[in-house]
Nanobody
Framework: QVQLVESGGGLVQAGGSLRLSCAAS????????MGWYRQAPGKQRELVARITSNGRTNYADSVKGRFTISRDNAKNTVYLQMISLKPEDTAVYYCNADVTVRAGGLIMSDYWGQGTQVTVSS
């Protein structure tokens, strides 16, 4: 019912920048919080940043001051601007959204994107 499509990952040198995008589509009534998570090889998936529908944000301590999350509610899209990237930021980055859909009634569910690889070389 809802698809999240990420883009913007890639290979970058340490100190470089990338911008990730995630667009939601489908039978969307409203989108509540949206966020980015990441999972490095051999590690658990962790929260990177999250933004509520009214723009309140929170970040993992490891990315504060380097990453900025934002969203365009008209486009159902969330962004993650990443600067001063470090090799330890290398991971698959996943978009997440709490979406209310029209399915008979209104149902809120949690959706995930397919992931986009970010690789930071030293």
């Amino acid at each position: 019912q809802v698809q999240l499509v990420e883009s913007g990952g890639g290979l970058v040198q340490a100190g470089g920048s990338l911008r990730l995008s995630c667009a939601a589509s489908g039978s969307i009534f409203s989108i509540n919080a949206m966020g980015w998570y990441r999972q490095a090889p051999g590690k658990q998936r962790e929260l990177v940043a999250r933004i509520t529908s009214n723009g309140r944000t929170n970040y993992a301590d490891s990315v504060k001051g380097r990453f900025t999350i934002s969203r365009d509610n008209a486009k159902n899209t969330v962004y993650l601007q990443m600067i001063s990237l470090k090799p330890e930021d290398t991971a698959v980055y996943y978009c997440n959204a709490d979406v209310t859909v029209r399915a008979g009634g209104l149902i809120m569910s949690d959706y995930w994107g397919q992931g986009t690889q970010v690789t930071v070389s030293s």
